[in-house]
């Protein structure tokens, strides 16, 4: 948990936590790349995470669990990707997000936008395979 004006910087690697709730205007930074495993809830608002040079490919965040609920709201920018596949996922606020969402449902509110970045097609999926996004659906409401 990380709140109010709170700033913690970590090196990149893998993590595994078992929930993320950033708020207010704390911030993580990683000074590298890093994937991220949360076992539970995760929840950005405020400023976020920030990784070296804010590309997405840097921040992978893999959530599991179907009662678990991934949310990025606020006013910051995420520069990454989330795989949720059986969570929902809520974005919300004037954020935006830079990279790419996995979930089993999506709700999207206020002003926030999601943009796709392609770079996220050549992350490895950790077998030595390339990834590769297909869309399967897509309905707005």
């Known amino acids: 948990r990380v709140n109010g ?11 595994l936590f078992e929930s ?10 990683f000074t590298g790349p890093v994937k991220i495993y949360v076992t539970r809830d995760f929840s950005i608002s405020g400023n976020g ?4 040079g804010n590309l997405p490919p840097h921040l992978l965040i893999y959530v ?12 910051g920018d995420f520069y990454g990707a989330i795989y949720a596949p059986d969570a ?27 943009h796709y970045d392609e770079a996220l097609t050549r992350v490895s ?14 309905q707005e409401n």
């Open 64 to 75: 599991k669990g179907t009662s678990t609920a991934a949310s990025v709201s606020g006013n």
């Open 5 to 15: 004006n709170q700033v913690h910087t970590l090196a990149g690697g893998t993590y």
């Open 88 to 114: 929902r996922i809520n974005i919300a606020g004037n954020g935006q997000v830079f990279g790419a969402l996995v979930g089993d449902n999506f709700a999207i509110s206020g002003n926030a936008k999601i």
């Open 125 to 138: 999926g950790g077998s030595g395979s390339t990834g590769q996004v297909q869309m399967r659906s897509w």
């Open 49 to 52: 995470i920030g990784t070296s």
């Open 20 to 29: 993320i709730n950033i708020s207010g205007n704390g911030r993580v930074n």
